[in-house]
């Protein structure tokens, strides 16, 4: 007996030397990525802090780099964010409840989900030119908000709708059965048991499908947008009849990327300094997004009692 | 598309709580409402930008001129743009993009745009492609652009280069055959010769190509690209034998760390890039005009526009040397209005870029 526990505590041994490594490699990899970001973070800071006045989000872009300022980029990506949620929403939510709740399962289904998830992994510049194709020059709707706001839309549908798919599926189907056992229709079992507990999860992944697009370059330089933008679009809402408008979908614009790009290749060195702080605005916008999502979800798990 | 009328009908119907029987709202239907807001946006949005059935009336909206094209032109345009918009309050909106003089052209064909900014003359396709959508258009030079040869300061060996020199360095041929310094020349020394360049699709490497090997877009492979001049800039400060070339504007920021070239054309004198040998023409044969095009019926038909671009030919001088760039003689910017005033329409350049024509000259030819 006496060799065998030897060989019982030789192998015990080996195996948690092996969980000590893994474990540091881990760490080691998580501090290194932290790292990165941090770096990145800082550097960004040190360059652009300084400009990070009122000013500079309450000016148009300029020839001189001091009196340039970011109002009509991050305008631009507020209503194209707008855009891209009022149409990737829906869509995403719908489609991904009729997969998970509704669809028969054969191989039309089967097509329909590889399509989805191969969507995901699909590079922005081709829905750039799909939307320069189709939005642009067939539906005519010209280097417009919308058309940025659809396409981007797009972009991040595979996302919507593959979040909306697994927060449902979280749902434990017991709650589903106990509904039907009552009587409930389909309908009813979606609309009043399955989104509602699902919507933490649904929203996670739209905020992180939007907090992806706003970063988004390429497909917005691929349908054209403009880079020298000194006004704003017009107000969506007015103090005369109607109240509200819809002008401004048809506006041309510019977002914060596209300004970024524009003054990283000036000659003048000034401009990179306000090119590192609409980065740092940029990367503040995309952390208080995804704060929000953790916010979200961790108020709507605190509702949910079954 | 339902009538306008009926689609805000829809809408409120929508949007109103649905009663029971009893009178009483449905809790749970508060929960679509922001489903049913966005459906109604969608749909009242659609109308709204196909043009459809004529609404209540809306106030006449602002004028807009639509600019697109070079990225050499753009910091002119953009100054010129800026201005303009201050003057006028806002009651004229100018949008300047940058799609590269090519991409420029094809939405300028395409009466997306009304003015072109062009760093090199119209091609015979773009001629082609604007005389078959019924584009004619007036071209009007409106700034040098100098292309500086730059080397690194700790480059000891040299001050100035000749065409000939820049050819034999760049041709396709040079591709492996000439890697030293001492191989352009054997009295520079053998370090390895590292050169950097705008990429292949900008109109900059198409003409110092065509100014110094003779023929555009004809040049060896092995070099460090980048459509991103401080790519360059930063390359070329970093390394004691790089040699590389990019607009003045980009040399004349960042002259604590680089040099530039004197440029030997010929049995000529070498001339160092500056404003004064740019504008006196004497910098041959890497100074070449930069253009906009301005659509020719869009002028004549909207007066903001053809404001918009007197004010660019009266102004660009002050605004040109601000921005780094070289204006031009004050008499070319006199023959310029004037063509703008006839509306002379068409090209001088007849489908071809040339290297090394007196601006005056072009301005004095018939456009065809």
Redesign the interface.
């Known amino acids: 007996m006496e060799p065998g526990t030897h060989d019982l505590r030789v192998l015990i041994g080996r195996q948690r030397l092996c969980d000590v490594l893994f474990e540091g490699l881990g760490a080691f990899m998580l501090l290194m990525s932290l790292f990165i970001l941090a770096a990145l973070f800082i550097n960004l800071a040190i360059e652009g802090l300084a400009r990070l006045q009122p000013d500079f989000f309450l000016d148009f872009p300029s020839r001189r780099a001091g009196q340039a300022g970011i109002l009509s980029a991050w305008v631009g990506s507020v209503l194209v964010m707008l855009v891209t949620a009022a149409a990737a929403l829906p869509v995403g939510v719908a489609a991904g409840i009729w997969l998970e709740e509704y669809a028969p399962k054969n191989w039309l289904t089967d097509v329909v989900e590889i399509n989805v998830t191969n969507l995901a992994g699909v590079p922005s510049i081709i829905y750039g030119l799909l939307a320069l194709g189709l939005l642009v020059h067939q539906f005519r709707l010209g280097e417009s908000i919308l058309t940025a706001g659809l396409t981007l839309g797009m972009m991040i549908l595979p996302v919507v709708i593959v979040s909306t798919r697994e927060a449902i599926r979280a749902v434990p189907q017991t709650i589903r059965e106990a509904a039907y056992g009552l009587g409930a229709s389909r309908w009813r079992v979606t609309r009043d048991h399955v989104l509602p507990y699902s919507v933490a999860g649904i929203l996670t992944g739209v905020i992180i499908g939007l907090s992806r697009a706003i970063g988004e370059t390429a497909p917005i330089i691929t349908i054209g947008a403009l880079t020298f933008i000194a006004f704003l679009p017009p107000a969506p809402v007015s103090a005369v009849p109607p109240f509200i408008n819809f002008e401004w979908l048809s506006s041309p614009f510019t977002v914060l990327p596209i300004q970024m790009f524009n003054w990283i290749s000036r000659p003048d060195p000034a401009f990179q300094s306000n090119a590192a702080a609409a980065g740092l605005v940029l990367v503040i916008l995309t952390l208080f997004m995804n704060a929000m999502a953790i916010w979200l979800r961790y108020r709507a798990r605190k509702r949910i009692k079954w | 598309m339902l009538p306008q009328q009926t689609q805000h009908i829809l809408c409120a119907a929508m949007i109103q709580r649905p009663l029971q029987p009893t009178g009483i709202p449905m809790r ?1 239907d508060v ?1 679509l409402l922001p ?1 049913l807001v ?2 109604c ?2 749909a ?2 659609d109308s ?2 196909d043009g459809g059935p004529p609404g ?1 009336p ?1 106030p006449v ?2 004028p ?1 001129v ?1 600019i ?1 094209g070079s ?1 050499t032109v ?2 002119v ?3 010129v ?2 201005e303009f ?1 201050a003057r006028r309050g ?1 009651r004229v ?7 590269g003089t090519g991409g420029g052209f094809k ?1 300028f064909c395409r009466g ?1 745009t009304q003015i072109s900014n062009a760093s090199r003359p119209i091609l015979e396709q773009e001629i082609q492609a604007c005389a078959a959508a019924g584009v004619r258009y007036i071209e009007l030079p409106v700034a040098f652009d100098a292309l500086t040869v730059v080397v690194n300061p700790q480059n000891t060996w040299i001050d100035s280069i000749s065409i000939e020199e820049l050819a034999t360095m760049w041709r396709p041929e040079a591709q492996g055959t000439v890697s030293k310094w001492s191989d352009v020349n054997p009295s520079w020394p053998g370090h390895p010769l590292r050169l950097f360049g705008p990429g292949a699709d900008s109109g900059t490497f198409d003409y110092f190509t065509e100014a110094t090997v003779g023929k555009a877009k004809s040049s060896r492979g092995d070099f460090t690209a980048s ?4 790519v360059l800039v930063t390359g070329i400060a970093n390394d004691a034998n790089a040699l590389g070339f990019f ?1 003045l ?2 040399y ?3 002259r604590d760390r680089l040099r530039a070239l004197a440029i030997r054309n010929g049995s000529g004198p070498a001339v160092a890039p500056s404003l004064q040998s740019v504008a006196d023409g004497s910098y041959t044969p890497l100074s070449r005009p930069i253009f906009i095009y301005a659509n020719a019926d869009a002028v004549n038909r909207r007066p903001e526009l053809r404001e918009f671009v007197e004010f660019y030919l009266t102004h660009a001088q002050d ?1 040109i040397r ?3 760039y070289v204006p031009l003689p004050d008499e070319a910017y006199q023959l310029a209005l004037a063509r703008l005033s006839r509306g002379d329409t068409g090209s001088v350049f007849e489908g071809h870029s040339e290297v090394g024509v007196r601006v005056e000259e072009l301005l004095q030819r018939t456009p065809k």
Do not use: F, M, W
């Not at chain 2, 909106?93 to 799609?99: A, D, F, P």
């Not at chain 2, 459509?227 to 401080?230: A, H, I, L, S, V």
């Open positions: 749970h929960r489903v966005v459906l946006i969608a009242c949005a709204e930008v209540p809306r909206p602002t807009l639509q697109d990225s753009y910091p345009t953009e100054a743009a800026e918009q806002g909106r100018v949008t300047v993009g940058v799609s939405k997306e459509e991103d001049d401080n607009g504007a980009y004349s920021e960042n605004l601000e921005v780094g």
